[in-house]
């Protein structure tokens, strides 16, 4: 029974689980009447589920709806659908709409769908004041209420006959902005007005105009009046005056000047009227202009004023322009068709002219402190007018130049260039300075006391002498240096070290070292160097010579090293050998001492040793030598006698007798009396293979010192 309920259960869950089962197809959002509308017109945005079920049940649907993001309606429904009505669309309703449904745990969410409603609101435009003054600013403030920022606003000031002046905002966070025009001279009345601009998917979009603000301007001043008297025309050195007047609404912070090419001649504050009088001159030719300023109001009349010449400028003459010193000078000063005037002379400097004489003419004796500008001045009526400078150059004789090699010597050294200087102590500039190289003109230089020449052709055999010339505007002419003879220095090429011997060197021997050069300009220093752990200079000599030698006396142990040599002379530049390397050996005698003394002791110790082994081997063959001995003494002198008794021959064996140092003593009883003196002292035997045909023993060699009786 219990199994049987089991299965019921089972099957029932089953049958409710099937119940509840649904999917989302597809969750759509859609605008009504269209995506674009106008301002002011209903939108509804609706949201649509698509689900299917597997029964007919109830689900509860939460709808969201978003713009640009944003959580803008919100509702719950058990149908498919919802929908949030905007009864009056504004420009800020545009934007990008989303719809999310959420149903038993699972949510599903439309594509994004873009609403556009187009028309912005008609935007309202405030002006601070309705009457302003010339300089004053007007205040305005334009606003679109319904509008959502970014915004651009546009404002305009308009006049009459004339192309409105435009001013442009943007405002990222506000619906309004404020800006402010200025009230210039001319404005009378003036309209304003504003017109706002936002961007849709990268389009611009305008409002509409808002209202026009009419706003009114008073002058605070009429435009001044400029006058000259007694008239704008007249001549020079007749007094001229300006008057500048207007008329203001108030006193308080007005100004009034009084301009000529930008330069105030007068200026009054707090006054209707402004005067000013001066004696007319031909710089007084010109236009005027009167200003009047209250705060930013300014207003400007001008005047141009004609000033007729009275005289002519004077005229300075000088009987010469360029003279030598100690000469006479006249300057002469003249007005062309009129000689009533009072006459000066002055001559000119920076800290003020130099009066020298209230003249037309002025004659003096002049030095060359005199050079300089002069002029002479006219006065009529109080006219003082200035003639045009005229330069005058008084000329001192140029010295004789002396010619010189910048910095030094009168040498160069082959492939550097010359530098000459030619100078003149005293003189007038400008000099004029010609260099010659030989006869021949190198360069010409005009300057104010010496000039410099440079030559960059040196030859190795050039020998033409220099010099140069100076002259200046004095009459005494040319004057010329001294000839200028230059040593042309070879630098030192290919310098090499030897020695005499080379290589190895006998202790206490002597070496000569030989230091040359291939080419370079005489005295040369040789200077001879040896590098162990450290450079030594061991020798130095200036010699007029292309080579030097050094001996050295004694060498020892001490000097063995490498060897070098540097020669230079007065190009200044060092040429150092290749090094070479010298090795100090012992001496011939020096070796025999020491061969003495390790020989000898060795030699020594040799013989020494042969003795001792000599003795050695004798003490061993002793007793067996003795009785042999005697037996072939024994034979041999029996056999002597015999063949001397025979034929007489001699017969030499192989052994022979030393009668004072072998003595042999017979042990045969049987050989005769002569015999048995005999001893024997050493006696070596060799035995070697004997002849058959002879009895006797050949290849013997004996030692025998015998009596000095026997034979």
């Known amino acids: 029974m219990y199994l049987a309920l089991l299965v019921i259960f089972l099957q029932c869950s089953e049958l409710y689980t099937q119940e509840e089962v649904f999917t989302f197809n597809a969750v759509e959002i859609k605008v009504q009447p269209s995506v674009k509308v106008k301002n002011g017109a209903p939108v509804s945005i609706v949201c649509h589920a698509d689900i299917s079920k597997n029964t007919d049940f109830q689900l509860k649907h939460n709808f969201t709806i978003f713009k640009d993001g944003k959580l803008v309606f919100m509702t719950v429904s058990d149908k498919g659908d919802a929908q949030y009505e905007i009864p009056m669309a504004r420009s800020s309703d545009t934007g990008d709409y989303e719809c999310t449904v959420e149903a038993g745990r699972k949510t599903k969410s439309s594509n994004s769908l873009h609403v556009w409603v187009t028309g912005m609101t008609k935007p309202i435009l405030t002006a601070e004041k309705k009457e302003v003054l010339e300089g004053d600013v007007v205040k305005l403030r334009c606003e679109l209420p319904e509008e959502v920022p970014p915004l651009y606003f546009f404002f305009r000031k308009i006049k009459m006959n004339s192309t ?109 009227i402004l005067k000013y009088s001066a004696i007319a001159t031909l710089e007084d030719s010109g236009e005027y202009l009167c200003k009047v300023e209250q705060g930013r109001a300014s207003k400007t009349t001008k005047l141009n004023v004609d000033v007729s010449e009275l005289f002519p400028k004077p005229i300075l003459a000088a009987s010469m322009n360029k003279l030598d010193e100690n000469t006479e000078l006249t300057l002469s000063c003249s007005i062309s068709g009129f000689r009533k005037a009072n006459f000066s002379i002055l001559r000119k400097n920076s800290n003020g002219d130099i009066w020298l004489k209230n003249s037309r003419n002025l004659t003096m004796r002049v030095n060359v402190n005199d050079t300089g500008s002069y002029i002479c001045k006219a006065e009529v009526k109080g006219i003082v007018k200035e003639s045009k400078p005229v330069r005058i150059n008084v000329y001192a004789p140029v010295s004789k130049p002396t010619l010189s090699v910048i910095g030094g010597l009168p040498e160069v050294v082959l492939g550097k260039p010359l530098r000459l200087i030619c100078h003149s102590v005293t003189g007038t500039p400008p000099i004029t300075f010609t260099f010659y190289k030989g006869n021949e003109i190198k360069k010409i230089v005009i300057n104010d006391t010496y000039a410099t020449f440079l030559d960059e052709n040196i030859r190795r055999n050039d020998k033409r002498g220099y010099k140069c010339d100076a002259r200046n505007n004095h009459s005494s002419g040319v004057k010329t240096s001294n000839i200028l003879n230059i040593t042309v220095i070879v630098p030192i090429r290919n310098a090499s070290l030897g020695s005499i011997p080379y290589g190895e060197v006998e202790d206490g021997s002597e070496t000569a070292f030989l230091c040359s050069v291939k080419e370079g300009s005489w005295p040369i220093l040789f200077r001879i160097f040896r590098k162990t752990d450290h450079e030594v200079l061991l020798f130095e000599k200036s010699e007029n010579a292309d080579r030097v030698m050094w001996r050295k006396e004694a060498m020892n142990r001490q000097d063995t090293g490498t060897y070098y040599c540097i020669a230079s002379n007065r190009a200044n530049v060092d040429v150092k050998s290749h090094p070479i390397t010298i090795s100090v050996i012992l001496a011939s005698w020096q070796k025999g001492v020491i061969a003495a003394f390790v020989l000898i002791p060795i030699a020594g110790a040799v013989a020494l040793t042969l003795w001792w082994f000599l003795w050695k081997k004798k003490k061993a ?21 015999t063949r001397q008794h025979n034929d007489g021959d001699y017969y030499s064996g192989s052994g022979y007798i030393e009668d004072s140092e072998n003595h042999m003593k017979s042990t045969d009883e049987s050989k005769g009396p002569d015999l048995e003196s005999a001893e024997v002292e050493y006696t070596e035997v060799e035995v070697s293979t004997l002849d058959p045909h002879r009895d006797s023993v050949e290849n013997r060699h004996s030692r025998i010192q015998g009596h000095p009786d026997a034979t």
Do not use: W
């Not at 009429?222 to 006193?251: H, W, Y």
């Not at 042999?628 to 029996?638: D, F, H, K, P, Q």
């Open 621 to 641: 063959k002793g007793p067996s030598v003795e009785m042999s001995g005697s037996a072939l003494a024994t034979n041999l002198t029996s056999e002597k006698l």
């Open 164 to 272: 409105p002046k435009e001013k442009h905002v943007f405002e990222p966070y506000r619906n309004f902005s404020v800006v402010e025009f200025s009230v210039e001279e001319g404005d009378n009345i003036l309209q304003f007005d504003c017109f706002g601009r936002r961007t849709v998917k990268l389009e611009f979009e305008n409002s509409e105009h808002s209202n026009k603000t009419l706003v009114t301007v008073r002058e605070p001043f009429i435009k001044p009046t400029l006058s000259a008297k007694p008239s704008n025309n007249i001549t020079e050195g007749d007094r001229i005056q300006f008057e500048c007047s207007t008329v203001v609404a108030r006193m308080r912070d007005i100004e009034i000047i009084l301009q000529k090419n930008k330069t105030i001649l007068n200026s009054v504050r707090d006054e209707k």
